[in-house]
């Protein structure tokens, strides 16, 4: 692959660190972003050659705008985009307060809209076409009790990506999106450790992902590989879901 400049959200952990770490090992620039700006900065100081670490609350349309001013002024504008930034605590729908409600929502698909809208346009404008990625989740395809408002946020990203897809088709920028099912990183560990092992059994391949595993398929739609794939939705989840 000629090397390319990839903005990872998320990057100081989990998934997102996995996959900023597997775009630098193939010589890619990646712009590690994250809201904890001292674990981003750990995540670059990995492979300090190819990662700069980049402090963002991605849910602040602010913050991201000021985040696309630094990273244009340091490199110009990614060719790769891809939002693994989420959060979520498992809880009764009835227990959710309106604060939590908003919050899981100003995360999970704002974040991706701001991200989308502050950095498509330069994107657009430069003709080189680029890949949009984003991580949902299966909780967004099929639901998951416990993650309502979480999977209808991720449901959200999912028909944001299929609709970016289209739009963004005339600059051939490609959008498509990787949905994790239970993945062994903090924030899967912060759940309930019942539920945790409940879901480990429910899984036919009796596993937890690796952060490495998901960051397979990221790497894929950025790749040649994937030239002619938008608007797609790709689960990763050892066969939890198998929905259609
Ligand atoms: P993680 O908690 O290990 O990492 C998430 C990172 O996002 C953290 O470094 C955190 O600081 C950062 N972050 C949170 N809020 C942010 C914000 N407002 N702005 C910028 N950064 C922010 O989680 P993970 O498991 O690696 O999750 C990565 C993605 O995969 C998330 O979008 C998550 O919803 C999704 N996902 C994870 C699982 C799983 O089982 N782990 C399952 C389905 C989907």
């Given at each position: 692959m000629t090397q390319r400049t990839v903005l990872v959200t998320g990057?100081?952990?989990?998934i997102g660190r996995a996959t900023a770490l597997a775009f630098a090992a193939q010589g890619h620039m990646v712009l590690a972003v994250d809201l904890n700006g001292d674990a981003a900065e750990e995540t670059a100081a990995t492979d300090p050659e190819h990662i700069t670490a980049f402090t963002c609350d991605v849910s602040d349309r602010a913050q991201v705008e000021a985040l696309r001013d630094a990273v244009t002024e340091k490199?110009?504008?990614?060719d790769v985009l891809v939002n693994a930034a989420g959060w979520d605590r498992t809880d009764k729908f009835l227990n959710a307060s309106p604060e939590f409600a908003e919050k899981v929502v100003a995360i999970n698909y704002m974040g991706p809209v701001h991200l989308a809208s502050v950095f498509l346009p330069a994107m657009t404008e430069s003709g080189n076409g680029g890949r949009l990625i984003y991580l949902a989740s299966d909780a967004g395809r099929v639901g998951s009790s416990g993650e309502t408002i979480y999977a209808g946020a991720k449901g959200g990203v999912i028909a944001l990506t299929k609709s970016l897809a289209r739009e963004m088709a005339r600059y051939g920028i490609t959008c498509n999106c990787v949905c994790p099912g239970p993945t062994d990183t903090p924030l899967f560990r912060a759940q309930d450790e019942k539920l945790q092992e409940a879901l480990i059994r429910a899984i036919p391949l009796r596993r937890l992902a690796t952060p490495e595993e998901v960051a397979a398929p990221v790497l894929f739609f950025a790749s040649?590989?994937?030239?002619?794939?938008?608007?797609q939705v790709i689960s990763v989840s050892g066969g939890l879901t198998m929905a259609g």
């Amino acid at each position: 692959m000629t090397q390319r400049t990839v903005l990872v959200t998320g990057a100081a952990s989990g998934i997102g660190r996995a996959t900023a770490l597997a775009f630098a090992a193939q010589g890619h620039m990646v712009l590690a972003v994250d809201l904890n700006g001292d674990a981003a900065e750990e995540t670059a100081a990995t492979d300090p050659e190819h990662i700069t670490a980049f402090t963002c609350d991605v849910s602040d349309r602010a913050q991201v705008e000021a985040l696309r001013d630094a990273v244009t002024e340091k490199v110009g504008s990614p060719d790769v985009l891809v939002n693994a930034a989420g959060w979520d605590r498992t809880d009764k729908f009835l227990n959710a307060s309106p604060e939590f409600a908003e919050k899981v929502v100003a995360i999970n698909y704002m974040g991706p809209v701001h991200l989308a809208s502050v950095f498509l346009p330069a994107m657009t404008e430069s003709g080189n076409g680029g890949r949009l990625i984003y991580l949902a989740s299966d909780a967004g395809r099929v639901g998951s009790s416990g993650e309502t408002i979480y999977a209808g946020a991720k449901g959200g990203v999912i028909a944001l990506t299929k609709s970016l897809a289209r739009e963004m088709a005339r600059y051939g920028i490609t959008c498509n999106c990787v949905c994790p099912g239970p993945t062994d990183t903090p924030l899967f560990r912060a759940q309930d450790e019942k539920l945790q092992e409940a879901l480990i059994r429910a899984i036919p391949l009796r596993r937890l992902a690796t952060p490495e595993e998901v960051a397979a398929p990221v790497l894929f739609f950025a790749s040649e590989d994937a030239s002619f794939i938008t608007g797609q939705v790709i689960s990763v989840s050892g066969g939890l879901t198998m929905a259609g």
